[in-house]
């Protein structure tokens, strides 16, 4: 797994982490290594850090869509989720059609 191949650059990876720090998601190790990464980026942890964050903290929360299949990019993959869906796919399944108006 390498989620976290581009951890630096990637502004949505790094918010989504925050996320899960804020949200309590993760405990003990988990959420030390995490504040770790965030503090320091990749080059302030090690290899096994670094695989402890890719199947403890990222894995769990990584998620496709039930409906369509998409992964969505990481500003929604708590929506994800949460719900199962994407975006979209949640958009269209909450939006309520109008009535058909029975014209006489
Ligand atoms: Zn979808």
Known sequence: MTHLAKFDEDEELRTFL?????????INGAERFAQKLLEH???GI???ERAFIETEVIEPYYSSCEDCGKTPNWADMLDTYDTGLCKACFKKATTVKPPVLDVA
């Open 46 to 48: 090690d290899a096994e």
């Open 41 to 43: 980026g990749l080059d």
């Open 18 to 26: 925050q996320q899960l720090l804020n949200d309590k998601c993760l």
